[in-house]
């Protein structure tokens, strides 16, 4: 069956870098996109979505670019923080649910 | 209020146990959805309620019992469950299925003996 998944599944970076987590998926037909985080011992929280119409969306910090042609989408979080230590799920949407991703761990050294 | 609770945060309980787990949301979100999440891998969605009917069951064991009693209120009651349904299962609520983000709770972490 089609899937969401992730290319890397650690990611570590320097505290004040830039990070990027990369998702590839196969349904083509999709049309919506999150990002969520997940914290150790809580459920994800929604960071930000985008539609398949759009390229590009950004928000505090974040940033979401969709690439339709090669079914890629990418997570880049500016200035990371320890904060920003958590796994990292895309989700693609799929009638009324939401496939996940296997999720990409990202751990912010000091 | 954008909160999606869920109880209890633990739960323990053995293979002829039956237990409750519950969840509320008092977003006017007519969605709701259960998913389970084994250790270091993604949610898994089990069951899904629109406008409280119950609209999809991932072919999920009958010992999972879905229960909607109300459009904040989503229940899932266990029964005979077996070690490996060990897991975190995390509720989620959206505004309408299928078109909205979903937001989730903190999940409860269950354990079966």
């Known amino acids: 069956g089609e899937s969401v998944g992730l290319h890397l599944p650690t990611l570590s970076v320097q505290e004040g870098d830039n990070s990027i987590i990369n998702c590839a998926y196969s349904?083509?037909?999709?049309?919506?996109f999150i990002w969520y985080k997940q914290e150790s011992g809580k459920g994800p929280q929604f960071i930000i979505d985008i539609r398949s119409n759009m390229d590009k969306r950004q928000g505090q910090r974040v940033t979401v670019l969709l690439n339709k042609t090669v079914k890629h989408l990418s997570l880049q979080i500016a200035a990371t923080q320890p904060g920003d230590s958590a796994v990292y799920f895309c989700a693609e949407r799929d009638g009324q649910n939401f496939v996940f991703g296997p999720g990409t761990r990202l751990s912010v050294l000091p | 209020d954008t909160e999606v609770t869920q109880t209890p945060k633990h739960l323990v309980m053995g293979m002829t146990n039956k237990k409750s787990l519950k969840c509320e949301q008092h977003m006017g979100h007519r969605a709701m959805y259960w998913y389970k999440q084994k250790a270091k891998k993604p949610p898994e969605l089990m069951f899904v309620?629109?406008?409280?009917?119950?609209?999809i069951n991932e072919s999920v064991p009958s010992r999972f019992s879905p229960e909607c009693p109300n459009s904040s209120l989503l229940n899932l009651h266990l029964h005979a469950l077996q070690p490996e349904d060990s897991a975190l299962y995390l509720c989620a609520s959206s505004q309408v299925p299928s078109t909205d983000t979903q937001y989730f709770g903190p999940g409860t972490r269950l354990t079966v003996l």
């Open positions: 349904n083509s037909a999709s049309d919506y």
């Open positions: 309620y629109s406008y409280e009917k119950l609209s």
